[in-house]
C-alpha cells in the first residue's frame, strides 16, 4: 500500500487503478476528469463541487446534506423544490435569510428559541456523552465551542473589530489552518454549563448587536483587523453578510445536534 503525502501530482493519469478503502484529506482534484469510476459507499465531507458537470450518472440510495445552489437534475433546478419543501416543513427557517433589521431580530428570536430547547434536550443526557461522537462529527460540546469561534470571528471580530476576541475554548473548523493566537485544544473536555455560559456571553453579544442595528448599518462594510484571524484582514463584507453567516451556522449546527442527539438518545 503506497502512502501519499504534500506530493505534486498534477496531469497525472490513472487507469484501471484500484483505490478502494483509499483516504483523500486535502487533496486537489481542480478540473479532472472521471470516466468509468465506481464511488459505491464512498463518504464525502467537506467537499467542493463547484461547476462540476455530470452525465450518465447513476444515483441511487444517496444521501446528500449541504449548501445547494443552481443544482439541475434532468434539465431541471432542484433547488427551490428542496428549499419549499425544507420551509414546509419547518416555517422557522424561512425567517433565517432576513433582509431587514425586524427580519434580523426576529431571526435571532427563533435561534434563542431553538438553541434553549436542544439544550434543555442534551442536559437530560448523561455528561459523559455530551462528549461523544456520532458518526465521525463533533460531540455536542465541541459543537457549541464552535459556535461561540464562529460568533467570535464575524461579529465580534468582524463586526465590532476585535483584533483578538477568541475564548480558550473556541473550536475552529477541522481544516482551518494553525493560525498564531487561535485557540484550538481538541483534548480539553469542559462540562455542559462551561460552554453554555460561554455561549450566554456570545450570544447576549450578538442579541445587543442586532438590537443597535439600522437599515444603514446592515449594508455598512467592514473590515477586520490586521491581525492574524478569520475572517482575513484582506476580505471586505457588509455587516449583513457577517450576521447571515452566523446565523446559518446556528441554524445548521443545531440540525446537526438534533441528529446526533437522537443517536445519543438510543444508546
Known amino acids: 500500500m503506497a502512502d501519499f503525502e504534500n506530493a505534486h501530482m498534477r496531469g497525472s493519469t490513472f487507469r484501471s487503478v484500484d483505490l478502494t478503502g483509499a483516504d483523500l484529506h486535502r487533496v486537489h482534484l481542480k478540473d479532472s476528469r472521471w470516466r468509468a469510476v465506481d464511488f459505491s459507499g464512498a463518504d464525502f465531507r467537506a467537499v467542493g463541487l463547484h461547476n462540476v458537470r ?21 434539465g431541471v433546478d432542484v433547488v427551490p423544490l428542496i428549499e419549499a419543501e425544507l420551509n414546509r416543513r419547518d416555517p422557522d427557517r424561512a425567517k433565517l435569510k432576513p433582509t431587514d433589521v425586524v427580519g434580523f431580530r426576529e431571526a435571532w428570536d427563533v435561534i434563542e428559541r431553538r438553541w434553549q430547547q436542544t439544550n434543555e434536550r442534551a442536559a437530560r443526557l448523561r455528561p459523559e456523552l455530551l462528549h461523544e461522537s456520532v458518526d465521525g462529527e463533533w460531540s ?91 475572517p482575513e484582514a484582506s476580505m471586505r463584507f457588509p455587516v449583513s ?11 445548521e449546527h443545531r440540525l446537526y445536534a438534533e441528529r446526533d442527539l437522537t443517536a445519543l438518545e438510543a444508546r
Open 140 to 230: 455536542y460540546i465541541e459543537t457549541l465551542r464552535h459556535l461561540s469561534f464562529a460568533t467570535d470571528c464575524w461579529v465580534r471580530r468582524g463586526i465590532l473589530g476585535d483584533p483578538s476576541p477568541w475564548h480558550p475554548l473556541d473550536l475552529p473548523w477541522d481544516d482551518m489552518e494553525p493560525t498564531p493566537g487561535v485557540p484550538w485544544d481538541r483534548e480539553v473536555r469542559p462540562s455542559l454549563d462551561e460552554v453554555l455560559e460561554l455561549r450566554r456571553d456570545r450570544m447576549s453579544g450578538v442579541r445587543k448587536v442586532i438590537d443597535g442595528l439600522t437599515d444603514e448599518r446592515l449594508s455598512d462594510t467592514v473590515v477586520p483587523p490586521d491581525t492574524p484571524g478569520w
Open 54 to 74: 455530470m452525465r450518465g450518472i447513476e444515483l441511487a440510495n444517496a444521501d446528500i446534506y449541504g449548501e445547494l445552489l443552481n443544482v439541475v437534475i434532468n
Open 241 to 251: 453578510e457577517a450576521l447571515l453567516t452566523v446565523l446559518n451556522e446556528e441554524w
